[in-house]
């Protein structure tokens, strides 16, 4: 099978002819229908010191979507044929610890399976496994968006979009601070009642909780100035490794500093069915399994419009 591999930072993915997967006890192989792009494969194209747990080489490809075309031994609840995407969780995650879904097949523990909804298209559900799952763990769980609390969303990239969808379906004000402008009419359309470039426009809003899906430092810094008395910071993104942030007004307001990766499995299942109820629509542009290196590049130089998913011939 044909597959995009990583071998070494600083070097363009090498596409190679692999021999099949095979599905071991407790796992499944899938044939790949789609897999998302994500600014963490850039980071482990390019960046030195963003390492990659998996032995290299190592084919790519977090964000996976599939049917299932073998079934190993001692494996319930899965049959050839059933359409599925892969929840990040684990220590065999595909794309981070082991091959992943830039390829033909994928292998999967299948305790990281969830089934799709009849309705969900493999591009979304493709998006979901991390951009979709980590955005509303980052609002649900860590933000505890819910009925009436005012929630402010720093950045309106792939995972901003959708946690702030996701807060305003939960019933949150949600206040955008993004500093392309370009991107306010959607951010207003997913139903944010206000729109800024930085999140401390929003200082007398009295913030319950703020979302850096940003992580540049400066945003971490503007988000504890701005948050109410005994608010929340959520730390999702990180643009940059370190931030200098007021530690004797975090503790004279009172603040909470969470930091968030990921999802879970219920995460993942949230964000499927949303996404098929139509609620949730996130922007994704899809590309062929051919233009993922190109793909990848429109990542790193930040031209991707919306999130980029690669659909596999059948």
């Known amino acids: ?37 994500c600014h963490s494969d850039v980071g482990f194209l390019e960046e030195d010191d963003y390492p990659l747990p998996a032995p290299l080489p190592v084919t790519l490809g977090h964000e996976t979507a599939g049917v299932v075309s073998a079934v190993g031994e001692g494996v319930e609840g899965f049959s050839i044929g059933d359409r599925v995407g892969i929840a990040n969780v684990g220590s065999a995650v595909p794309g981070i610890m082991r091959d992943g879904g830039f390829a033909r097949k994928v292998v999967a523990r299948a305790d990281a399976l969830v ?25 649900m769980v860590s933000g505890e968006a819910g009925p009436g609390v005012r929630i402010g969303i720093i950045g309106f990239g792939g995972l901003g979009q959708i946690g702030a969808r996701i807060a305003v379906l939960a019933g949150a004000e949600v206040y955008v601070a993004e500093i392309k ?27 319950d909780v703020i979302v850096d899906f940003a992580g540049f430092g400066t945003t971490t810094a503007a988000a504890i100035e701005t948050v109410r008395r005994g608010g929340r910071v959520v730390q999702a993104g990180m643009a940059k490794k370190e931030a200098t942030v007021n530690i ?44 993922i290196p190109a793909g990848l590049d429109q990542l790193s130089r930040g031209t991707a419009d919306g999130r980029l998913v690669a659909l596999m011939e059948n």
């Open 1 to 37: 099978m044909k597959a995009w591999q990583f071998t070494r930072t600083h070097a363009p993915l090498v596409l190679r002819d692999l021999p099949d997967p095979v599905a071991v006890p407790g796992e499944v192989v899938l044939d790949v229908r789609a897999a998302g792009l």
């Open 115 to 139: 089934h799709m909804p009849a309705s969900l298209a493999f591009e979304q559900a493709a998006l979901a496994a991390d951009a979709g799952a980590s955005a509303h763990h980052a609002v």
């Open 181 to 207: 402008e370009e991107t306010w009419p959607l951010a207003r359309e997913f139903g944010a009642i206000k729109t800024v470039r930085d999140i401390a426009e929003c200082a007398d809003d009295h913030l």
């Open 248 to 291: 004797w007004l975090m503790v004279m307001k009172q603040i909470s500093l969470v930091a968030t990766m990921g999802g879970t499995k219920e995460d993942l299942e949230s964000v499927y069915g949303l996404l098929a109820s139509g609620e949730l629509d996130p922007k994704i542009t899809t590309i062929t399994f051919d233009d």
